[in-house]
């Protein structure tokens, strides 16, 4: 639909529409930098969207059964903060949308959720946002089976553009949500056929809607300017079954005379003269940031509308049983149940005294088998390794169409698509996602588990076969660098185990944080349970702790994490053999004991004897504890790998690539 057509047609909903363009054009001008087109092509869109069928309160950004609105194509953030700000958000004022892009300011150049309640997940990374909404909606579900439909029941809508589609998680997300047949998720496609190089012609052919159709979604379509249309589109996607893909023909930079639909109106201010004249296009005569009266009322009362609702909703909630109520309360608050701590100590007290030779990822299924009883919002998973990553109890039952109750997901060799899925699990509310792969391809779920830290998502990364030590797959699968990878990402804590008992203190920490994703590399082959006197306290809190103190003068300090560990404690019984009195220090989460004060750092690693690390693994961030610390460079040695591993037995392999307690222990005496 053309523009006078609009204008003469829907003068109401025109102006509404128009006055989220001008406050796009307004706000990326004055920052002189952002993304006015598709804020000003999809106005029509979500302005038929959040006054005809969004279910929302403005001000009750927090409410359990709002539906959830992802701008997935986060590039276009005014549109967002212009809906926000017109709806009557607290946050977000007119002076936080003239002070775009600034610092300091909550409108920040990609939607933020950790500084707007009301913006539900940071977008950005184009695809992160259709994926994240996934595990939006299998939260729903699986919440609205646990306390029924009066209490859940709401949808999640998504807008995405071509750089969404282009982006290969997408397709990990949809096939996904069409296998899972979720008729809570809806996405609004923004089909203006631009990217920055210019048509999407250029570089793809990819026919959308027969992609999603194939996936087992429905597809509809509508212009994405003519109201009454979009309106009908978005009517039918909500009584279609399964996910749904509505087809919005726009135009980008929608009425701008020179700039609209090419790439210049995506990713740079449109200029004065252009936004002057796209003003007479408009019928807008109003100055920059200036909305009249009676549109702003307009818009507040649609920020209103769902007011009716959750005061129902609210009603609801107080006729369950108190014991329902404050259940649901809790899991959506996110906390850990009291529960969860009286679990670890038991399973800590019977394993010290059984002691078993078990592999860290077998040591995570046993520890999971207590954690999944005590923290019923747990929700599993795995990118098709459940029997190597050994993440599924015997009572999750298995998420899907017919079993909504079901605690486990299979999520298919989709890496980078189930770790966004579990941003989208946690950010929902209500559930605690945990999913596992081999600890190679965090490489695939990067994009993902970055966000988790950025954001604060304490999603569980369970990523086994975590060294050398995984054998016979060979280089491909062994991961030499990750544990430095991992380390160096902020917020985020890297949990090495060297036991059953370490394993089960690094469950606890992961699933009573609300703010820090946690990575969990656990091993392949079996390994002794090293700490056989029961505490009841989390010694892995700490990060590191002394394990074995040297029985005689100090001269040597031995730091590990993982497999290795028992490595440096046979190393010590060589070592205090010959006289040399050795401290083995365990490290399970480098970030936890980097956090502890000075004087217990001090404590654990004093000035004076030699250090020595071993690691299967590259020497960074080891420095840090051998060259730091108090630590000095003549005094220091790492046992480890430099270069990739081999396809061997594992024993083989670490005696090739001189990983053994013999050359810690040499090493030793090389330094001392």
């Known amino acids: 639909m053309d523009i006078a057509t609009l204008r003469a047609t829907y003068p109401d909903h025109w102006m509404k529409a128009a006055a989220l363009r001008a406050l796009a054009m307004d706000a990326v001008q004055a920052a002189n930098s952002g993304h006015p087109g598709l804020p000003m092509g999809m106005a029509d869109v979500v302005t038929v969207l959040f006054e005809k069928h969004l279910k929302f309160d403005a001000s009750a950004p927090h409410w359990p059964d709002r539906d959830r609105f992802i701008l997935s194509a986060g590039h276009g953030s005014m549109l967002i903060y212009g809906l926000l700000h017109l709806c009557g958000d607290a946050q977000i004022t007119l002076d936080q949308i003239k002070a775009f892009r600034q610092w300091g300011a909550l409108t920040a150049g990609h939607p933020e959720n950790f500084l707007v309640d009301a913006i539900e997940t940071t977008t950005g990374p184009l695809g992160q946002g259709i994926a994240n909404a996934v595990g939006m909606a299998i939260a729903e579900q699986s919440l609205q089976a646990r306390f029924g439909k009066k209490i859940v029941d709401h949808r999640t809508w998504v807008l995405a553009g071509d750089g969404c589609l282009m982006e290969g998680i997408s397709q990990e997300a949809i096939g996904l949500a069409g296998m899972q047949q979720l008729s809570n998720l809806i996405v609004l496609w923004d089909n203006n056929d631009i990217t920055i190089d210019g048509r999407v012609s250029v570089s793809d052919r990819t026919d959308q809607r027969a992609r999603f159709a194939a996936s087992g979604w429905t597809v509809l379509h509508c212009d994405g300017h003519d109201p009454a249309d979009i309106d009908r589109a978005l009517t039918a996607a909500k009584e279609a079954s399964g996910p749904v893909l509505v087809d919005c023909k726009t135009i980008i930079g929608f009425g701008a005379p020179t700039k609209a639909d090419s790439y210049q109106a995506h990713g740079s201010p449109l200029g004065d003269k252009e936004i002057a004249a796209t003003r007479e296009v408009y019928g807008w005569p109003h100055a920059p940031f200036e909305i009249p009266a009676e549109i702003a009322a307009a818009w507040k009362a649609i920020g209103k509308r769902g007011a009716a609702d959750r ?362």
């Open 311 to 672: 005061a129902e909703w609210q009603e609801r909630l107080s006729a369950l049983s108190a014991n329902k109520r404050d259940e649901f309360l809790r899991q959506m608050a996110g906390g850990a149940p009291k529960k969860l701590a009286a679990a670890i100590r038991g399973f800590k007290k019977a394993q010290s005294a059984a002691a078993p030779k078990v592999a860290t990822r077998k040591a995570s299924e046993m520890v999971l088998g207590a954690v999944n009883d005590a923290v019923p919002e747990t929700i599993g998973g795995s990118a098709d390794l459940t029997g190597s990553n050994l993440t599924k109890t015997a009572d999750l039952g298995v998420f899907g169409p017919g079993n909504r109750k079901g605690r486990y997901v299979h999520y298919g060799i989709r890496e980078h698509g189930m770790a966004a899925a579990m941003n989208g699990l946690w950010l929902h509310g209500g559930v605690r996602p945990y999913g596992g792969t081999f600890f190679c391809f965090t490489d695939y779920a990067r994009g993902a588990m970055r966000l988790s830290a950025l954001m604060g998502a304490p999603v569980v990364y369970v990523m086994t076969h975590d060294s050398i030590g995984l054998g016979e797959d060979g280089p491909t699968h062994q991961p030499v660098e990750h544990l430095a990878i991992c380390r160096a990402t902020p917020n985020t804590w890297t949990f090495r185990p060297a036991d059953i008992i370490e394993t089960a203190e690094a469950w606890e920490l992961a699933l009573s944080t609300s703010d820090t994703p946690s990575v969990l590399a656990l091993s392949r082959q079996n390994l002794p349970t090293l700490r056989t006197a029961h505490s009841n306290q989390n010694l892995s809190a700490k990060g590191a702790y002394v394990l074995a103190e040297a029985t005689g003068k100090r001269q040597a300090i031995l730091m590990a994490s993982g497999s290795e560990v028992e490595m440096a404690m046979n190393a010590r019984a060589a070592l205090e053999a010959e006289g040399i009195g050795t401290r083995v220090v365990s490290v399970p989460c480098m970030e936890l004991f980097v956090a502890q004060d000075e004087a217990y750092r001090r404590k654990v690693l004093p000035a004076g004897p030699v250090r020595v690390a071993v690691e299967a693994a590259v020497r960074m961030p080891w420095d840090r504890f051998l060259l730091g610390e108090r630590g000095k460079e003549a005094k220091a040695g790492f046992v480890g790998m430099e270069g990739f591993g081999a396809s061997a037995p594992a024993e083989r392999l670490y005696a090739e690539f001189g990983i053994t307690a013999e050359a810690v222990a040499e090493k030793v005496k090389a330094l001392l």
